[in-house]
T-cell receptor
Framework: DTAVSQTPKYLVTQMGNDKSIKCEQNLGHDTMYWYKQDSKKFLKIMFS???????INETVPNRFSPKSPDKAHLNLHINSLELGDSAVYFC???????????FGDGTRLSIL | RKEVEQDPGPFNVPEGATVAFNCTYSNSASQSFFWYRQDCRKEPKLLMSVYSSGNEDGRFTAQLNRASQYISLLIRDSKLSDSATYLC????????????FGSGTRLSIRP
C-alpha cells in the first residue's frame, strides 16, 4: 500500500501548456506539501496545506496553484509551462508541521 | 549566511569506515531537526529525527548542538548500501514556511 502516491511519474510536455500533478496520501495526515527539486538537487518547499490553511512560498510564480479537494489530496496545477519548470516535483505529508514527512516518489517534469 | 548549510561532499570512504557530517543552521529558534537520505532518482526518506539529548539508531547517531547551531550525523561501520545523499532538515516553527532542507551531502562507500 503506497502511503503517498503521485501521478504521473513522468510528464513531458510543450512550453506554454497547462498541466496537473495529482497527489494522494492514505496516512491520515493533516498536512500536505509540494516541493520542487531542480537539476542542482536543491529541494525547495513550494506549498503546504493544513486544515484549509494554505501557505505559499513567496518565490513560487502564481502560474503554480495547489488544489485540495479533501484532506487526503493536494494536486498541483501549472499554467503556461516554461523551460525553467523542468524539475522533479515531490508531494509529501506529515501529521503536523513539526513532524517528519513522508514523500511520494516524484513526478519528473520535462518541458520541450 | 544560508539558513541551512551542509558540506556537499562527495565523501568517498571505504566500507567499514566511520563518517560524520555536520549541518549548520541560522535560526536559533529552530524547533525540530531531521536527517533524510535520498538515493539517486528517488524520493527523500526519513533516516532519523534528532533529539536534544542525541539519539542512536543502530549504526547511526544524531547529535544536536544548540549553542553552536548545528546537527550532526555519524555513521559507523559503513556499508555499501549507505551510499546516498544525506539531507538535513531544520524546522524553525509551527509553519511550513519555516521548514528548510539542506542541499545535501553526497556519500559514496567504496568496497
Amino acid at each position: 500500500d503506497t502511503a503517498v502516491s503521485q501521478t504521473p511519474k513522468y510528464l513531458v510536455t510543450q512550453m506554454g501548456n497547462d498541466k496537473s500533478i495529482k497527489c494522494e496520501q492514505n496516512l491520515g495526515h493533516d498536512t500536505m506539501y509540494w516541493y520542487k527539486q531542480d537539476s542542482k538537487k536543491f529541494l525547495k518547499i513550494m506549498f503546504s496545506y493544513n486544515n484549509k490553511e494554505l501557505i505559499i512560498n513567496e518565490t513560487v510564480p502564481n502560474r503554480f496553484s495547489p488544489k485540495s479537494p479533501d484532506k487526503a489530496h493536494l494536486n498541483l496545477h501549472i499554467n503556461s509551462l516554461e523551460l525553467g519548470d523542468s524539475a522533479v516535483y515531490f508531494c509529501a505529508s506529515s501529521p503536523t508541521y513539526e513532524q517528519p514527512q513522508h514523500f511520494g516518489d516524484g513526478t519528473r517534469l520535462s518541458i520541450l | 549566511r544560508k539558513e541551512v548549510e551542509q558540506d556537499p561532499g562527495p565523501f568517498n570512504v571505504p566500507e567499514g569506515a566511520t563518517v560524520a557530517f555536520n549541518c549548520t543552521y541560522s535560526n536559533s529558534a529552530s524547533q525540530s531537526f531531521f536527517w533524510y537520505r535520498q538515493d539517486c532518482r528517488k524520493e527523500p526518506k526519513l533516516l532519523m529525527s534528532v533529539y536534544s539529548s542525541g539519539n542512536e539508531d543502530g549504526r547511526f547517531t544524531a547529535q544536536l548542538n544548540r549553542a553552536s547551531q548545528y546537527i550532526s550525523l555519524l555513521i559507523r561501520d559503513s556499508k555499501l548500501s549507505d551510499s546516498a545523499t544525506y539531507l538535513c532538515v531544520v524546522n524553525g516553527g509551527s509553519s511550513a514556511s519555516k521548514i528548510i532542507f539542506g542541499s545535501g551531502t553526497r556519500l559514496s562507500i567504496r568496497p
